[in-house]
Nanobody
Framework: QVRLVESGGGLVQPGGSLRLACDYS????????MGWFRQAPGKGREFVAA????????QRADSVKGRFTISRDGSKNMLYLQMNNLKPEDTAIYYC???????????????????WGQGTQVTVSA
């Protein structure tokens, strides 16, 4: 079992920045692709960003390209999402997700992930 715990959410003004973190506790023998998803009120969960096992490849949704950056620190078992120039439409609960895989592979759909955190609320409002 993989345990995921998100942190770093909060209230921020439009144009501001936040950095989300996800502390993951993987099985010692696994390579994990990681991702960030979000769910706004009244909407389904949507893909935000993904990073491959080993961190060599990344992908982001078109709506966040140029503003959000995904990264990971394997030595600390941490996943990050740096969010800049935040907009009101970025308001959502943000979830990190993990899937055991091989090096160099990432996933962009919700159903491909095996493990999920509880989420952290991000609110962008003046």
């Amino acid at each position: 079992q993989v345990r995921l715990v998100e942190s770093g959410g909060g209230l921020v003004q439009p144009g501001g920045s936040l950095r989300l973190a996800c502390d993951y506790s993987p099985r010692s023998d696994g390579i994990y692709a990681m991702g960030w998803f979000r769910q706004a009120p009244g909407k389904g969960r949507e893909f935000v960003a993904a990073i491959s096992g080993g961190g060599t490849k990344t992908q982001r949704a078109d709506s966040v390209k140029g503003r959000f950056t995904i990264s990971r620190d394997g030595s600390k078992n941490m996943l990050y999402l740096q969010m800049n120039n935040l907009k009101p439409e970025d308001t959502a609960i943000y979830y990190c997700a993990a899937r055991q895989t091989v090096t160099g592979v990432y996933y962009t759909t919700e159903t491909e992930y095996q493990y999920w955190g509880q989420g952290t609320q991000v609110t962008v409002s003046a």
